[in-house]
Nanobody, 120 residues
């Protein structure tokens, strides 16, 4: 079994910062891409940022210059540093990882989500 556990969400005022963490654990052989998605009420889940195993990253235009994704392969953890937060960043943030498990299967895994609320 593989688990992704997120932490770091919360309530913050406009212009504030939060740092999300997502730790993978379980029967893991290799973690490929890791990333963050978000889903606001009444909207579809959307990509926020992703990182390859080697650290190449992409980010949605809406968060470029404000959010930064990073990862620690040894700790099997991905981070999302969110600065200059805006009310429109309010959403549930989900961690996603492309993982090859010890059984040799390559699967996409999701965390349970962490709520971020940005007040105006």
């Amino acid at each position: 079994q593989v688990q992704l556990v997120e932490s770091g969400g919360g309530f913050v005022q406009t212009g504030g910062s939060l740092r999300l963490s997502c730790a993978a654990s379980g029967r893991i052989f290799r973690i490929n891409d890791m990333g963050w998605y978000r889903q606001a009420p009444g909207k579809q889940r959307e990509l926020v940022a992703t990182s390859t195993r080697r650290g190449s990253t992409i980010a949605a235009d809406s968060v470029k210059g404000r959010f930064a994704i990073s990862r620690d392969n040894a700790e099997k953890t991905v981070y999302l540093q969110m600065d200059s937060l805006k009310p429109e960043d309010t959403a549930v943030y989900y961690c996603n990882a492309d993982i090859v498990n010890l059984g040799g299967a390559r699967l996409g895994y999701w965390g349970q989500g962490t709520q971020v609320i940005v007040s105006s």
